[in-house]
């Protein structure tokens, strides 16, 4: 077993290969091109070559097409119109994707860790020699500690590749983050409440709707294409849109209201809403006499909770929650309560959406047109394989009976079963770590250092030299979206539908499609029966097949949709149910009074920050995806790095100039490693500071990212667990400025 | 035929969308560009007001830039899109110095650059890239001489106004209020 497991820097290698792009041109440059083009295309001739493709530098994964010339090079990515999810119309970052593909940064190789007379490094090995290495560990650790000692965390479409092969290796720890650090809670807040979860995208009627609320969720900013499309064709029919943020966000300069609330204070506010629409009899009476359970408890409940009430805590004024919680009547059942996305915040956010999800059922608005609509989707089944082995036991078994409405596993429970303590029931030594920069995605830094240090396997399987990547064994470089097929996607919509995603070119470098090295080290594994195919288009192929279509169809119009009459909602005829407890919607949950939880949510008033400091808020920019695009060039060309939202009266009290650089310091004394640039502004709060997540990274082998902006996640270090699903609250972490002697890392 | 851009502020979120479609679309150098976000904030906490805007070159009628240029490089095309003709272009720049909305630069192969309303697009009938590609729906391109072109449609009940007006430019590009 390892003692220590230094971070190697890729780029600091010096290996032959790792280092250059030789030969390769980055896209077609200058002007050339375009008059070539425009006179074959006057000509009537069409150089362009389009394939089908679903985006993967989002979870949102548009459909769109890969466009491809005659010497074989991507010249652009364009949406397909048939796609639900972007109707023709990528984001910045879906067109951007190219860049992707021709960031010289990739990983190229795959490496091996190495023990070396200046200490450890890696090497570059064959695919051949990884995988025997990587097998090999596999099956020693199997030996000593069972196959379920063996973890897969994941974000994205390598995930059912690698799912597939650990699931067939007898593990089920897999595992994504964007459960317990970011949508998990909302999950669980809709489950009590309505039965069923929220689900990815999600069922909001938004192009419908007359008023939406958003709480903390900035469309927009978050570039979910569908959501963000929708929220423009409300504006454009006259909806009320009614934004709750510390910060003047752009969904917020959309609205006729914008609540400047108090960070860390919006149950009060949701409570008081909830008094205002039944004791002013503004709520739903048909929908939650013929739908509901628990009324009158929860009436009694909010009874207190007057605007008055809520004034103290929120600082908003009571006129103005009365007014807002009247338009959202007003608007009923045309009326969305958005339950969020990211909404890891306090450790009581299941308890929050529990709020979110009751004030929706007040206002009749699950399963009605302008709020939410009942889902379709089109079932894909599974390409038949033999049936996995039956793991002894799975990460449910790691909580020791805590966080009881998990549905999904939690990482940072997983991380905490890898990290040695006479605690842990069920132990885990060995990761497999697809498409998910841990190190920029994880709270608690030592944690993760410990779990590191720990392994005695880390496999990392990625196209860019994450951070993750410098504390592998062993490095997979994957290929991009643009040259490798995936599974079919059949996410949920108005309609149900498929879509494709084909290579358009081959693999560039050395890199593999996830398929393809799970497939290899499936079959080194002893596991081949699990993986009766050559190519995955025979998997495609078959499973279109079963629904009617064939992948030759589906190269042709990359998006196919299949009728469904099952109505979108309960005015259309679609009569709910409800799968809680007692089938009915559970404002009142016997559920969570069993578990032992609050049955009404409550408020709880959590730390503020102490003098001198201010709530670190982090969010999204539309140009970038987490911390996966940062080093992305086209899209480094929109956005190079973060910048540091200041109150003006915050800025004079410490003297700090818009543009300069400061570092950030928190509760705990962890400073960021970089600077960030201040930007002085009124759209926020003299109580909070404001940065987009994804900045700061460390690694050089990022050439473009390294060293640009501040990393929030570093500053996370205080984390509020949240009691009923295990999730990361993250968002009471409190920071101040050092200002003296910043250097930048990198010129601006 | 007069080509023209409607652009609704009360929509745009100032994703950059149109600014990497376009410079895919041109092959603008990473670095440059023809089209950019301009946000601007007035107000004092909490009574703000914010306004987002995509810019890029406004396909003047009395446009300075081909007044201006020495060689005939900048010049009218059809619809009144201004253009330049890169080998007649000498670079020297009068005309990024004459422009009042800062759209031209210089590219690194020599001559200037700026938006063309995406003419080779327009003329097989599809609209320009930043149009074609915005998840807000918040542009309209089209023809202003025909009533029922998207630009016209847009502009005929809503408040607009152009950039600069002082300038003396008559501007193209409408910005929805």
């Known amino acids: 077993m390892k003692t220590r497991r230094d971070f190697i820097k890729i780029s600091a290698l010096g290996l032959g290969g790792v280092a250059a792009?030789?030969?390769?041109?980055?896209?077609?440059?200058?002007?050339?091109?375009?008059?070539?083009?425009?006179?074959?295309?006057?000509?009537?001739?069409?150089?362009?070559?389009?394939?089908?493709?679903?985006?993967?530098?989002?979870?949102?994964?548009?459909?769109?097409?890969?466009?491809?010339?005659?010497?074989?090079?991507?010249?652009?990515?364009?949406?397909?119109?048939?796609?639900?999810?972007?109707?023709?119309?990528?984001?910045?970052?879906?067109?951007?994707?190219?860049?992707?593909?021709?960031?010289?940064?990739?990983?190229?190789?795959?490496?091996?860790?190495?023990?070396?007379?200046?200490?450890?490094?890696?090497?570059e090995a064959s695919w051949d020699e990884a995988l025997d290495y990587v097998a090999k560990k596999m099956k020693e650790i199997a030996q000593k500690h069972g196959p379920e000692s063996i973890a897969l965390f994941n974000h994205g479409s390598p995930g059912h590749h690698f799912g597939h092969l650990l699931k067939a290796f007898g593990s089920s720890n897999i595992v994504a983050p964007s459960y317990a650090q970011c949508r998990g809670p909302r999950e669980v807040g809709f489950e009590m409440t309505f039965g069923v979860g929220v689900g990815a995208p999600e069922p909001t009627d938004i192009r419908d709707t007359r008023c939406l609320v958003l709480i903390g969720s900035h469309i927009g900013e978050n570039m979910h294409n569908g959501q963000v499309q929708e929220m423009s064709d409300a504006i454009d029919r006259g909806a009320t849109i009614i934004t709750v943020d510390p910060r003047f966000s752009t969904a917020a300069s959309k609205s006729k209201f914008w609540l400047p609330i108090k960070p860390a204070t919006d149950m009060a506010l949701l409570l008081a809403w909830m008094h205002v629409l039944i004791y002013e009899n503004l709520y739903d009476r048909d929908y939650i006499s013929k739908y509901a359970d628990g009324f009158d408890e929860l009436k009694e409940h909010v009874r207190p909770f007057t605007p008055e009430w809520a004034y103290g805590i929120t600082t908003l004024s009571p006129d103005l929650i009365r007014q807002t919680a009247r338009e959202m009547a007003a608007a009923s059942p045309s009326v969305i309560i958005h339950p969020g996305r990211h909404v890891t915040w306090y450790g009581d956010d299941s308890q929050r959406s529990r709020a979110i999800a009751i004030l929706n059922a007040l206002l009749g608005s699950w399963g009605r047109r302008g709020g939410f609509y009942f889902k379709r989707a089109q079932n894909v089944p599974e390409y038949p394989t033999e049936e996995y082995p039956k793991p002894a036991w799975s990460?449910?078994?790691?909580?020791?009976?805590?966080?009881?409405?998990?549905?999904?596993?939690?990482?940072?429970?997983?991380?905490?079963?890898t990290i040695p303590s006479p605690d842990n029931t069920h132990e885990i030594y060995g990761w497999i770590v697809a498409g998910t920069n841990?190190?920029?995605?994880?709270?608690?830094?030592?944690?993760?250092?410990?779990?590191?240090?720990?392994?005695?396997?880390?496999?990392?399987?990625?196209?860019?030299?994450?951070?993750?990547?410098?504390?592998?064994?062993?490095?997979?470089?994957?290929?991009?979206?643009?040259?490798?097929?995936?599974?079919?996607?059949?996410?949920?919509?108005?309609?149900?539908?498929?879509?494709?995603?084909?290579?358009?070119?081959?693999?560039?470098?050395?890199?593999?499609?996830?398929?393809?090295?799970?497939?290899?080290?499936?079959?080194?594994?002893?596991?081949?029966?699990?993986?009766?195919?050559?190519?995955?288009?025979?998997v495609l192929d078959w499973q279109l097949k079963q629904i009617g279509s064939s992948l030759e169809e589906m190269m042709e119009i990359g998006v196919k949709k299949f009728p469904n009459p099952a109505p979108l909602y309960i005015e259309d005829g679609h009569e709910p149910t409800f799968p809680t407890p007692t089938g009915k919607i559970e404002l009142y949950s016997h559920e969570l009074e069993h578990y032992g939880f609050d049955p009404l949510p409550v408020y709880t008033a959590h730390p503020e920050p102490p003098e001198g400091?201010?709530?670190?808020?982090?969010?999204?920019?539309?140009m970038h995806t987490f911390s996966r695009t940062a080093n992305n060039p086209n899209l480094v060309d929109l956005m190079k790095e973060n910048a540091l939202w200041v109150n003006p009266r915050v800025a004079s009290l410490w003297n700090l100039k818009n543009g300069q650089y400061v570092k950030l310091k928190n509760q705990d004394g962890v400073e960021t490693r970089f600077a960030t640039k201040v930007r002085i502004t009124e759209r926020i709060r003299w109580d909070?500071?404001?940065?987009?997540?994804?900045?700061?990274?460390?690694?050089?082998?990022?050439?473009?990212?390294?060293?640009?902006?501040?990393?929030?996640?570093?500053?996370?270090?205080?984390?509020?667990?949240d009691p009923l699903m295990g999730g990361t609250g993250m968002r009471g972490n409190f920071v101040t400025f050092v200002i003296d002697n910043i250097k930048t890392e990198v010129e601006s | 035929m007069r080509y023209a851009?409607?652009?609704?502020?009360?929509?745009?979120?100032?994703?950059?969308?149109?600014?990497?479609?376009?410079?895919?679309?041109?092959?603008?150098?990473?670095?440059?560009?023809?089209?950019?976000?301009?946000?601007?904030?007035?107000?004092?906490?909490?009574?703000?007001?914010?306004e987002i805007r995509s810019e890029r070159c406004n396909h003047c009628d009395n446009s300075p830039c081909v007044r201006c240029c020495p060689t005939g490089a900048s010049h009218?095309?059809?619809?009144?899109?201004?253009?330049v003709t890169h080998h007649k272009c000498i670079g020297c720049g009068a005309c990024i110095?004459?422009?009042?909305?800062?759209?031209?630069?210089?590219?690194?192969?020599?001559?200037?650059?700026?938006?063309?309303?995406?003419?080779?697009?327009?003329?097989?009938?599809?609209?320009?890239?930043?149009?074609?590609?915005?998840?807000?729906?918040?542009?309209?391109?089209?023809?202003l001489e025909d009533p029922n072109s998207d630009v016209s449609v847009a502009i005929r009940h809503r408040n607009y106004k152009t950039l600069a007006p002082e300038a003396g430019t008559k501007p193209q590009i409408f910005y929805l209020l």
Request: hydrophobic letters at 35%.
């Open chain 1, 21 to 123: 792009v030789a030969g390769m041109s980055k896209m077609m440059t200058g002007q050339k091109v375009v008059d070539e083009f425009l006179k074959l295309s006057q000509e009537g001739k069409s150089f362009l070559k389009r394939y089908p493709t679903y985006c993967e530098v989002c979870f949102w994964k548009c459909a769109g097409w890969t466009y491809v010339d005659d010497a074989g090079k991507i010249v652009k990515i364009i949406g397909n119109d048939d796609d639900p999810h972007c109707n023709g119309r990528l984001c910045p970052r879906g067109t951007g994707g190219i860049g992707m593909y021709y960031d010289e940064d990739r990983l190229k190789k795959p490496l091996i860790r190495v023990e070396g007379s200046e200490g450890q490094t890696f090497k």
């Open chain 2, 5 to 50: 851009m409607a652009i609704d502020t009360r929509k745009c979120v100032g994703c950059s969308d149109c600014v990497v479609a376009c410079q895919v679309e041109n092959n603008v150098p990473i670095g440059y560009c023809r089209d950019w976000v301009v946000e601007s904030t007035s107000g004092t906490y909490p009574v703000l007001q914010t």
């Open chain 1, 438 to 538: 841990l190190p920029l995605t994880m709270p608690d830094k030592q944690k993760l250092k410990k779990a590191f240090e720990a392994l005695e396997l880390l496999v990392v399987v990625d196209t860019m030299p994450m951070e993750i990547t410098g504390y592998a064994d062993v490095v997979l470089p994957e290929s991009t979206y643009l040259e490798r097929y995936d599974d079919l996607r059949n996410e949920t919509h108005r309609e149900a539908f498929v879509a494709l995603r084909a290579p358009a070119v081959e693999p560039m470098y050395e890199s593999k499609p996830a398929w393809w090295i799970a497939r290899e080290l499936g079959i080194k594994l002893g596991l081949g029966r699990y993986f009766p195919w050559k190519d995955y288009s025979e």
């Open chain 1, 688 to 721: 909070s500071v404001y940065i987009v997540h994804g900045f700061g990274h460390h690694e050089k082998g990022l050439t473009r990212a390294y060293g640009r902006g501040a990393s929030d996640s570093e500053l996370i270090t205080n984390v509020q667990i």
């Open chain 2, 97 to 143: 110095q004459s422009c009042p909305y800062d759209a031209r630069y210089s590219h690194p192969d020599g001559y200037v650059d700026k938006c063309t309303f995406c003419l080779h697009r327009v003329v097989e009938g599809l609209k320009p890239a930043c149009v074609s590609v915005c998840p807000t729906k918040c542009m309209y391109f089209g023809d």
């Open chain 1, 613 to 622: 400091f201010y709530r670190l808020i982090y969010g999204r920019a539309p």
């Open chain 1, 395 to 417: 990460w449910k078994d790691t909580h020791n009976g805590k966080y009881p409405l998990a549905r999904l596993s939690v990482a940072n429970l997983l991380i905490d079963a």
């Open chain 2, 76 to 83: 009218f095309e059809q619809g009144g899109i201004v253009t």
